[in-house]
């Protein structure tokens, strides 16, 4: 992997648009205790295009499960499914690195229909 703090080579606007980065929400959150590193388990719904589809997330040092439900979120929804671990992960949710290196999620601050693209 290449170093996070180094700015990606350029590309065109239509490079962009084949990233599908959708708003979903958070509908069901669990331990991931077989992960490697410390994860939870999540369950998304991006509205009636797309539907529910399943993440792994490294976001325990911030979020409880509790708090997660809910919680609308920005994920890459054209990507092949992963497996990691038993988990067939179906979408990348996105988030960026604090200071630590510990990742806060990507959120909207306004109430959007599920399944809304970026742009």
């Not at 997330?57 to 409880?64: G, L, S």
């Not at 997660?68 to 994920?75: E, Y």
Request: aromatic share 8%; hydrophobic share 40%; no cysteine.
């Amino acid at each position: 992997m290449s170093d996070a703090s180094a700015i990606a080579p350029q590309i065109g606007f239509d490079d962009f648009m084949k990233v599908d980065v959708r708003v979903g929400q958070i509908i069901k959150a669990e331990p991931f205790p077989e992960a490697r590193k410390p994860a939870y388990k999540l369950t998304i719904d991006f509205g009636d295009v797309i539907g529910v589809k399943k993440s792994s997330a490294q976001i325990t040092h911030h979020y409880t499960l509790d708090e997660l439900n809910g919680r609308k979120v920005a994920a890459v929804v054209n990507f092949p499914p992963r497996q990691i671990g038993p988990v067939m992960s179906e979408v990348l949710t996105l988030g960026f690195p604090d200071g630590d290196g510990n990742v806060v999620l990507v959120g909207v601050d306004r109430d959007l229909p599920l399944g809304g693209r970026l742009f």
